[in-house]
């Protein structure tokens, strides 16, 4: 991938720093100037300066408002996400592993399954009716084992196609080693799988984080609100407040921005040094 | 023991190591490794999953049911705009899905390209995929809008004429969401094909360097080809999602104006709404037939052709 | 290759146990409302009431709330929010169904309330004796089976419309007492270059107005209506008259082009600034919007009027009421929170109540509780509005004197409104949904 010359790379360069300005940027400049706005100024809808600029005003309103409920929600969140993600990425690893190296008679239905997964909806009571019984329900660990249930099938999926994508000959070196299956596993295989693990971390953390119907349904309370659950303060059916709503937004899409950041360099690094090429 | 002996070694081979024997297996790949995400999957999802589809054939109103046989699905095909939801699901599934497929895989390969500015591109590409539905859905209401909304000013000081009422209009409303949904999803199939594009080993690039193949060539003849999971993978996924989809339709048009842009989905989740619990079930029992029937044999034909690489 | 990346591995581990140890001090302590000081130590009951989150809801009752709490009755009540609309809807029946509820929520009257299976989910307040309080009409819309299940929270609202009455005094128009009259004022405005009819079908609830407003004229045409329409009578469908003049009459406003031209897009708050501004003139709505339009300028609250929705007869003008929502007490308390939370309601239902809310938002209405007075100096419409109830002048919405109200009603109109579909096509398709409901709810004769 490197053959390309010099002003080749600006052009497309270039071109694409437009492109994508164009397209991807106006509608977060959108967000960001609503936010900016007073209540009756972005109660008109339209893609202008603000009026009266205060950003920072909105943004204190918006942590005020419930008794602090963002900063709860930012809290709940923060354990939910990464206690999800943590759970999907080993246990999802763990079973895409087994599934591509192992030819046994079980892959059918465990592939069948996986489908299921991403296929049907969860089933909202039901799933309430499983946790009482199991006194998981309105508690946070069991908020984090549905998610985990939710997003294994994608985790298995990604995982599986680059399990598969590492040769055979790195276990078999580990096994002259002496390496046991959980050593080898752990210590051999799941590095090797860095770049698709920062992948499933990125991508899962952002439904999770970004999940409100499974919070509202098992995770019930002001106490439990998680982050997304904080913009139904702002929207209802006669007054939906929209400089409040998009600061809400905005405050809450920085986490995500942050961490996607921060991962991207790994995602580049594992890239150019690739995780795979040793 | 490590692997860099053997890749920085004279023989490179990507051939599999032969069979070994059934208890080397167990021993190397226990089977057990299944059991902390399967028995968490089975317990909260397939449980209550059966649970459902029994519910599918009663009439529930969360408080009580009554088992009416087969009724709520009579009553589902009966629906006057089920086949309009049905035709919109087909066009939506298919039209996200491949241009997801299509535009991230060209997306990836620019930015797997040592261009300038790579690092800022990637990112920004990938910056919708942050935003929740919710936010996404309201930002495009407002830019869409017919008058106010950026979009159409930008047309009127084109061309001089009222643009057309993206999200409004009965012919157009489906489209206008489909390309919000490649807009919103494009960065995680991109992101899915960089991925796959760096695990292809640097060995076929080099190779081709020294055989002096055009970019072209090297994309035809090694990116496109050795990149295929990642291709399945963007498929599948995006074509799941695609045909399951109702979140951006819901916090854009709301299956509206009218019922133009209803999915089955959202036919789906009108019902749930309105407290037609068994009915709701029963669409999505119909719902599971159709992306099964659909993804199944396209998934296994994708396996059998990844099998052959 | 290093082993170093293992280092990733077990930073997430740590993560994540780290996070569930967080989960031991629960966020909530953050929240001051936790702190749980009552005035009666340690004997106090502590109950919870569940309402919607919005301001007309939670501000009100906020304010009842500490009212109550600042009374020494061993009573400590909480205040927990829930979504609006039908997520809120959902909420509440999961929570029910799951015997999770909290021991007060607060909920629609009406239609909603019967699909809550009262019978087997609430407790009867038939026998109590501050029901004696309560009006009778809102009696009637939380009465399911013979037995009464709430208290009246917050107040009535007028379904109709309101105007500018800037714009009506400027061109000599008066307040329309039939749809002819209304349809020749529209002419006149739009003549003048203003919008006659606003439409918001961005927010597509607010396109149902002039169906479900139309009631009033459907109720006096055939007081029966509502009965035979919930025993599937075929003379009381939307399909024949009186109920098609509803559908008729948006298709009328429609059909004449006297909407706004970004009636598809355009949001209830837009519509609002448009009727604030004058560059529209009338706008179907609920009056609960009072609130939102007043806070648009320093003289809305007195320039905005409103009027019933017109029928055909001047002599039988008159208003369609929409009940306020009402607190319910779920069986699935105990016994003890039970009384506890009887004692909060004992208290929703009187004057002194109603006065605290009132000091908290400005009625939009009359309260449903018997002695409640509202002050001076309300905004125009909410005049406007008590007087058809000083006159008498009032039918309750249908979804208050029949169980049944089709789920799809907001998108046909919608249709009808856009010119997507006729009136005659949109009123026989919600009849269609009318029937699903009614065999969902299980009604005799369906």
Known sequence: ?278 | MSYTTIRSGEQVSLKRAPRASAEHVDKTYPLWFHLPGGIIYLVLFIVPTVFSFYFAFTRWTLFKSTFIGFDNFVLFFSEPGLIGSLRNTLVYGFLTSGLKVVLGMMLAVVLSAPIIARGYLRSVTFFPVLVSAVGVGLTFQVLLDPFNGVVNQLITAITGHDGPGWLTDPNIALLSVVGIDVWKGIGLATLIYIAGIAAIPNEYFEAARVDGASSWQVFRNIILPLSFPATSTVIILSLIGGLRSFDLIWTTTQGGPGFASDVIASVIYKQYQAGFYGLSTAGNVILFIVVTAIIYPLSRWLNSKETVL | MSFRKQGRLALIASLGAGALALTACTPGSLGSNASSGSASGATAVTITVLADNSDQTTKPLQAVIDAFNAKDTGVTVKLESRPQGTDGDNIVKTRLSTGDMDEVFQYNSGSLLAALDPAKNIVPLTDESFMANVDDSFKTSVTSDGQIYGVPLGQATGGGILYNKKVFAKLGLSVPKTWAEFMANNAKIKAAGIDPVIQTYGDTWTSQLFVLADFHNVSTADPEWATKYTANDPSAKYAVDPALKGFQRLEDVAKAGYLNKDFASAKNSQGLQKLVKGTGAQYPMLTFVVGTYSAMSDTAAQDIGFFAQPGDDASTNGLTSWSPGGLYIPTSASAEKQAAAKKFLEFVATPEACDVQTKAVAPSGPYAIKGCTLPDGLPAAVTDLQKYFDDGNVSPALEFVSPLKGPNLEKITVEVGSKITSAADGAKRYDEDVKKQAQQLGLEGW
């Not at chain 1, 994508?20 to 960001?32: D, G, K």
């Not at chain 1, 994508?165 to 295989?189: H, K, N, W, Y």
């Not at chain 1, 698709?196 to 349904?217: E, G, K, R």
């Not at chain 1, 998009?246 to 150019?272: E, K, S």
Request: net charge positive; aromatic share 12%.
């Open chain 1, 1 to 278: 991938m490197n053959a390309i010359r010099t002003p080749t790379r600006w052009l497309v360069g270039l071109v694409g720093i437009l492109l994508t300005t164009a397209l991807f940027l106006v509608p977060f400049a959108f967000i960001f100037v609503t936010a900016a706005k007073d209540a009756n100024d972005a109660s008109m809808l339209q893609f202008s300066w603000p009026v009266h600029f205060q950003l920072w005003q909105n943004i204190v309103d918006v942590f005020q408002a419930r008794d602090y409920m963002l900063v709860i929600a930012f809290i709940n969140s923060t354990v939910l996400t990464v206690g999800s993600v943590a759970l999907m990425v080993v246990c999802g690893s763990m079973i895409a592993y087994v599934l591509d190296r192992r030819k046994s008679r079980l892959n059918p239905l465990i592939n069948t399954l996986v489908l299921a997964g991403l296929i049907i909806p969860p089933a909202v009571v039901p799933t309430i009716w499983v946790m009482q019984s199991l006194h998981l329900f309105r508690t946070l660990p069991g908020l984090i084992l549905v998610e985990v249930a939710f997003g294994l099938s994608f985790t298995v999926l990604t995982m599986r196609a680059f399990v598969a994508t590492i040769p055979r000959e790195i276990d078999e070196a580990a096994i002259v080693d002496g390496a046991g299956p959980l050593r080898l596993f752990f210590r051999v295989i799941f590095p090797l799988l860095k770049s698709v693990i920062v992948t499933i971390v990125v991508v899962q953390s952002i439904f999770v984080f970004n999940d409100f119907q499974n919070p509202l349904y098992f995770l019930p309370g002001n106490q439990n609100a998680t982050v997304q659950l904080t913009l139904f303060n702002y929207m209802s059916q006669a007054s939906t407040t929209y400089n409040l709503l998009f600061a809400n937004i905005l405050v809450i899409t920085i986490p995500m921005l942050v961490m996607y950041i921060l991962f991207q360099r790994q995602i580049v690094a594992g890239m150019t040094s690739g995780a795979v090429k040793g």
